[in-house]
């Protein structure tokens, strides 16, 4: 990239000392710009003089920054190569992992619309990504559902009334009416020894896993592994047994672990917490991809002190397999409405199938719509932060949205069909060199968005192309008398294939007509 031959150049003059060569922010300060003088406290304009950069035709301190101007030839649109910063390491990427035997609540999908993006990024930049997906097929909140079962008399092959038995059943549990009966279908699930609660939770779980596949079908996402609670936690608990009076400690019939804060991995009944079951998780991933140098786990933000100590915990428990691997927790924001945050545990609910149901309805019956709608929605923000969806806005045409870029992208198709039988000229379009001047900055986008972990990067400047290219069309007459510019219809082609990438490591899909 050009940007690191003006990299290599400062260098030459100022030495190894930290400086930054980025985007300028806007094209009128030119391509890229930099703060070297400023940080090694040289003469700017001394500098500059000593800087000859092939590719840049222009030099102009402004300040005490220098910013770097691209020649015509430079910015001609060429294959843009991503920087492969993760070539050679394996990264496992878990995320979805939601509650079986109901159905999948709104933050599962925001999960996986957040996690899918970040193992594309890191594919494109070189990792060996491993898609994990860990879903809950035993605990409290099954047993929930099964004592809910029993009083709703549910068909547990419905999802919907898998929902309604889970509500029965955590309303039960939390005002104390059948919280007794709860935790014991809860042990009795573990100990397999109630042949009719334990038939009900397959049953149950079984219609669960159907819809989530359908579901991650409609996403675009497969996973490598799945693991499930009901093998890691039984493992869990026997790994934590075994780690008392090391790691972990009894406290009033439990079994803690003392780390930032206390927290419990066997409760007093013996059985694994969540804490217990991701220690098991821990064994089993990394059994499975035992040469793995980071694990990411894509989760709600209010999970992240939870995580800081079970980390804390596994790599006491796993110090050769931990050693020198990053363990990292990537917050996922909820999406909001305007009476605030939604649950599964409420009754009025919105899961992630009705919300993309009513998202196509809206959208014509164009479910490749919808689901660019919400995973721009989703992914426009950075990670962590809360989530305002409006429907109307997310399915708009008219910029700030999903199905925008996908009619840029849909455009810039038609043109380029369109041109198929047009005469090629060598004519040069002058009024084409602000668009040419964003596509240039494409790979150093992806590169940042992988190295942070944070796809909404990519989500702006696809807006800013999408908005430039869309200008430069109503401005432009690309195809005059059946002839195009061969450098225009080589622009096109550019911003297709660079629509079509970042949209698809968005996870958005890329259609051909809308």
């Known amino acids: 990239m050009i940007r690191e031959r003006i990299e290599e150049q400062i260098r030459a003059v100022v030495g190894d000392v930290p400086f930054v060569v980025a985007r300028a922010d806007s094209v009128a300060h030119g391509d890229y710009y930099t703060n070297a003088a400023l940080v090694t406290k040289t003469d700017p304009k001394a500098l500059a003089e000593k800087l000859k950069v092939e590719g840049v035709e222009q030099i102009e301190v402004a300040g005490k920054f220098i910013n770097f101007y691209l020649s015509r030839e430079a910015l001609i649109p060429a294959e843009q190569k991503i920087p492969q910063q ?10 979805t992992s939601p509650n079986l035997f109901k159905p999948l609540h709104i933050g599962n999908l925001i999960g996986n619309i957040l996690g899918e993006s970040i193992a594309r990024l890191l594919e494109k930049s070189g990792a060996d990504v491993k898609r994990v997906n860990y879903p809950s097929d035993i605990g409290l909140t099954v047993a929930k559902g099964v004592w809910g079962l029993t009083q709703t008399k549910g068909d547990p092959s419905d999802i919907v009334a898998l929902g309604e038995a889970y509500k029965t059943g955590h309303a039960a ?8 009966q709860i935790d014991e279908i809860n042990t009795a699930l573990y100990e397999n020894s109630n042949p009719k609660w334990s038939e009900l939770r397959t049953e149950g779980v079984a219609t669960s896993r159907k819809h989530l596949s359908e579901l991650c079908k409609t996403l675009g996402t497969t996973f490598d592994k799945e693991f499930f609670e009901s093998e890691s936690g039984l493992l869990g608990a026997g790994i934590v047994r075994e780690s008392i009076g090391t790691v972990f400690e009894e406290s009033e019939g439990a079994v803690v672990y003392r780390g930032a804060h206390t927290r419990v991995f066997l409760n007093s009944r013996g059985l694994p917490t969540y804490e217990a079951k991701e220690v098991g998780l821990f064994d089993l991933k990394s059994k499975a991809y035992p040469d793995f140098d980071t694990s990411l786990t ?3 933000g209010e999970q992240k002190d939870f995580f800081a100590v079970v980390f804390d915990a596994i790599k006491k428990i796993f110090p050769d397999r931990t050693a020198g691997k990053n363990l990292q927790h990537i917050s996922n924001g909820f999406l909001k409405l305007t009476n605030g945050k939604m649950s599964s545990r409420l ?8 919300l993309l149901a009513d998202l196509t309805v809206a959208a014509r019956g164009r479910e490749d719509v919808a689901v660019g709608a919400i995973k721009y929605t ?17 399915l708009s045409l008219e910029g700030d949205s999903g199905p925008y870029l996908q009619y840029a992208l849909v455009r810039a198709r038609a043109l380029l069909r ?12 002058p009024q084409s060199k602000t668009l040419e001047r964003i596509l240039i900055h494409y790979p ?9 972990l944070e796809p909404h990067h990519l989500t702006t400047f696809l807006t800013e192309l999408a908005a430039e290219f869309n200008s430069w069309y109503a401005a432009e007459r690309v195809i005059v008398d059946g002839t195009i510019a061969g450098y225009t219809l080589s622009l096109v082609k550019v911003v297709e294939r660079t629509l079509s990438q970042g949209l698809n490591l968005l996870g958005i899909p890329t259609p051909e007509e809308m």
């Open 347 to 354: 009754g009025n609910v919105i899961t992630g199938e009705s």
């Open 378 to 394: 989703v992914l426009k923000s950075g990670s962590g932060k809360d989530i305002i969806f409006d429907p109307e806005r997310s």
């Open 173 to 180: 549990y939390e005002d104390g009416s059948a919280k007794v």
């Open 418 to 429: 369109k041109a198929s039988g047009a005469t090629v000229t060598q004519f040069i379009t």
């Open 298 to 300: 894509v989760t709600g």
């Open 444 to 452: 150093e986008v992806v590169e940042r968005a992988a190295r942070e």
């Open 86 to 95: 993760y070539a050679g390491k394996t990264i496992m990427v878990e995320y």
